[in-house]
Structures are given as C-alpha cells and as structure tokens.
C-alpha cells in the first residue's frame, strides 16, 4: 500500500528523466507522456515471503528539456482510482483512507526539479517532489536504462526507460498494518513523445 504511493511518485519522476537525450540545438523541448507505456509499479513484501505488486494504470504530464544547458523539469498527475494489484479486494482496500484515501486524495502529483546526466547525454537519475494525501516529500529516481528514437510511424522522437526509486510510505503518513514493510519499491516505464 506503502509502495503505491511510492511508485505514484516514481512514475511522475520517471516521465521527467525519459525525454532527454542529445540535441544539437539549446532550445527547450516539450514531450508529453504517452498513456499506453507509462506505467508506475509498487513492490512490497508480503509477510516477507513474496513480493506484492501492482500499478497505476492512469497517468499525464509533460516532461521539459534543453539538452545543451543539461537541464529539464516535469509534472506529473497519477491517477490514484486506477490502481489495479489484480485482486478486487485488495486493490479497495488501498483505496480506503487506511492507505490511498482515494475519494478525498484522487491523485498524486510529482514535480521533477533535477535530472542528472551520464554519457551521450542520457538521464541518469532524477530529483522532484511527490505530493500525495496532502503531503509534499523529496523522491530520487535512478534510471536502469534509457534511450531515445524517432518512431516509424509517428515521425517523431519517442524517449523512454525503466526508473526506480525506494520509498517509505510513513513518509506520507501511510501507516496502516505494521506487518506490511515501510519500504515500498517503485518501478516506473515511461514513454515520452515530443510535441
């Protein structure tokens, strides 16, 4: 449940660090994230045997770049009514206002403040803030790959990658059950098309 609102801010992290790679110009570049490959995924341990997980399958926002001076930031909504661990039950329960509190707190919003840059230009890491039941915390995303390309049919640059992050659901005063970790881990793709 934790690792939800984790991943809520991974996500929006994520869509940040994806859009940047080497351009010849300065000008900043606007990407917009595309819904059918952005997804942010939660990992907790479940009675420290198996790992839970689930996702968040609704996302928007924008990522702005300018590669020559290295710089970027992002805005990112999630979507906290579709989460979806594949268990109904479940899925209700961090919806209520023990985890989530969903009907008062519908999204979660992550404001990317930093990216970090490694060889060819490519994000390696990225710094923001996640919003999330009212509460505002740093989040620091690590990018386990990332690239660009020009996409066949759309003719436009797509860049995108695998980001993670670890979080504590505390944080956000996400406290219920104490047998469930408060370490949550954030897996974020994140596909970006620019505009």
């Given amino acids: 449940m934790h690792s939800i609102s984790k991943s809520i801010s991974a996500a929006a992290v994520l869509a940040c ?19 059918t490959h952005t997804f942010v995924y939660f990992e907790v341990m479940h009675y420290k045997t198996a790992t839970v997980r689930g996702r968040f399958d609704k996302s928007q926002g924008k990522v702005l770049v300018d590669r020559e001076k290295r710089t970027g930031s992002a805005d990112v909504t999630i979507q906290l ?5 594949g268990v109904a039950a479940f899925d209700a329960m961090l919806k209520s206002d023990k985890f989530f509190d969903a009907s008062n707190h519908p999204e979660a919003r992550f404001k990317a403040t930093s990216f970090s840059f490694g060889n060819e230009d490519k ?3 990225v710094e923001g803030e996640l919003s999330l039941r009212g509460k505002t915390k740093p ?8 690239n660009c390309y020009q996409h ?7 860049c995108g990658g695998d980001f993670v992050a670890n979080i504590n659901r505390r944080d956000w005063d996400i ?3 104490d047998v469930i970790p408060d370490d949550v881990r954030l897996v974020i793709q994140i596909e970006a098309i620019r505009q």
Avoid at 17 to 35: D, I, K, S
Avoid at 139 to 146: D, G, P
Avoid at 152 to 158: G, S
């Fill in 152 to 158: 066949p049919m759309l003719k436009r640059e797509i």
């Fill in 81 to 85: 009514t579709s989460l979806n661990s």
């Fill in 17 to 35: 660090t994806a859009l940047t790679t080497p351009h010849a110009n300065a000008e900043t570049v606007t990407y917009e994230l595309e819904p």
């Fill in 139 to 146: 989040v620091s995303l690590k990018a386990l790959h990332f």
């Fill in 175 to 177: 406290s219920s059950y």
């Fill in 123 to 125: 994000v390696q890491s």
